[in-house]
């Protein structure tokens, strides 16, 4: 088939390499433009740019797709088909329909359940046991496109960055074997009396509110690890919490009960496993005590 691809981060790049694995004549691939980051504010191109100049793939950055002369380009590219993975710009109804079998897009959610921008934290901090990967018939309303395939995945006790690495990989071989039996497949509509919402993360509900119980907080520090981190204050100093357990103990909320960083939470207790200070790199809780010993009694932030 000839494909457009469009996407931009890290979740999109197995679909695109799997993509051109399979034999498919990837014509274009979009992604968002370079974006300033790091010490020197350099600007950096996205995962999906530098997967695709690796392949030799010529690569699109518009900052928009409403203009008729970027939708005049994108439809010069005559696909079969666009597949869409994390692309992050909202796609015209020209642009949707400019494919001969439409855009398809990899979600990292079984829809209905989780539309929106941020399915795998959502699912995560709503204590779901399993979540998966919908391949979908875009249409113009957010993630309400009919489906067309799914595969699940238990959520266990894994990371949103440990999830997003799974699921990236599971989305990428159901979208090679959707596009394999597609003249074979019948999308099914989505109940919308079903759905559920998964708006982007603020970084303001990354800070850990101690009167929850630990089973939420737990579940928080693995939504946002390893970005942007749930974190509490300690003497003043912001720590980043990667990874913690439920401790069956009880206490006043927001203090240490004992010298291993184990704080009273809403219901039970939490203990940091590993942790991040500002500017510093990742290290285990039991490292960190070693250089700053906290003592119980402690009230955090």
Known sequence: MRIVFMGTPDFAVPTLAALHEA???????????????????????SPVQRAAEIRHIPVFSPASLKSAEAQAEFASHEADVAVVAAYGLILPQAVLDAPRHGCLNVHASLLPHWRGAAPIQRSILAGDTVTGVTIMQMEAGLDTGPMLATARTPVEDKTA?????????????????????????HAVPQDDAEASYAPKIDKAEAKIDWTASAEAIERQV????????????????????????????????????????????????????????????????????????????????
């Open 23 to 45: 034999g498919h004549t990837l014509v274009a691939v979009y992604t968002q433009p370079p974006r300033r980051a790091g010490r020197g504010k350099k600007l950096q191109p």
């Open 161 to 185: 960055g440990e999830l997003t690495e799974e699921l990236a990989e599971i989305g990428a071989q159901l979208m090679v074997g959707t596009l394999e039996d597609l003249a074979m497949l």
């Open 222 to 301: 693995r939504a946002f690890a390893p970005f942007p981190g749930a974190w509490f204050e300690l003497d003043g100093e912001r720590i980043k919490v990667l990874k913690a357990q439920v401790i069956a103990r009880e206490g006043k909320r927001g203090t240490t009960l004992d010298d291993q960083i184990t704080i009273a939470c809403g219901n039970a207790a939490l203990r940091p496993v590993r942790i991040q200070r500002a500017g510093k790199p990742a290290m285990d809780t039991e490292a960190f005590l070693r250089g700053k010993p906290v003592p119980a009694g402690v009230v955090v932030g």
